[in-house]
């Protein structure tokens, strides 16, 4: 009988083993089920956002497109109105300023003046001649060729 118990008990034991092995292969793999309704839920909800920020810029293009067009009515609506002004007050187009002088200033004796800017030197003894900054005992003494 001895061996007839043991057999017993080790079937139990096994059917127990079996049982726990398959609760934590379910537990494991109903976890992952679980996640991935989370992530099916996020995915979701992500699309309906989506849908209402497309709903909203649609919204936006078309308040900005009449925005657009009311203020081209009214550009053109000034522009008539400033045209009937303009054929109202005068037909005559408006004077542009004379900015060309008819006779030189009077600067005065002219000694206080500027002179006017030049491009050459005065004289001979300008900025191009060879002795221009040496100082008077300073004569010109020749100087070995630099190679």
């Not at 996640?35 to 936006?60: F, I």
């Not at 000694?111 to 004289?123: F, K, L, N, Q």
Request: charged share 25%; aromatic share 4%; proline share 8%.
């Amino acid at each position: 009988m001895e061996e007839s118990n043991i057999n017993w008990v080790l079937a139990i034991a096994c059917l127990l083993a079996g049982v726990g092995i398959g609760a934590l292969g379910y537990r494991l793999l109903d976890a992952g089920a679980g996640n991935v309704q989370r992530l099916r839920q996020r995915l979701a909800e992500r699309d309906r956002q989506l849908a209402e920020l497309r709903d909203g810029l649609g919204e936006h293009l078309e308040r900005v497109g009449a925005l657009t067009e009311a203020l081209n009515r009214d550009g053109q609506a000034l522009h008539r109105e400033m045209a009937e002004a303009s054929a109202t007050l005068g037909a005559t187009p408006p004077r542009k300023p004379d900015l060309t002088p008819s006779a030189p200033p009077d600067t005065g004796d002219g000694e206080d003046s500027p002179a006017a800017p030049r491009d050459y030197a005065d004289g001979n003894r300008g900025t191009l001649s060879e002795d221009f900054g040496l100082k008077p005992g300073e004569a010109s003494t020749p100087q070995p060729p630099r190679y």
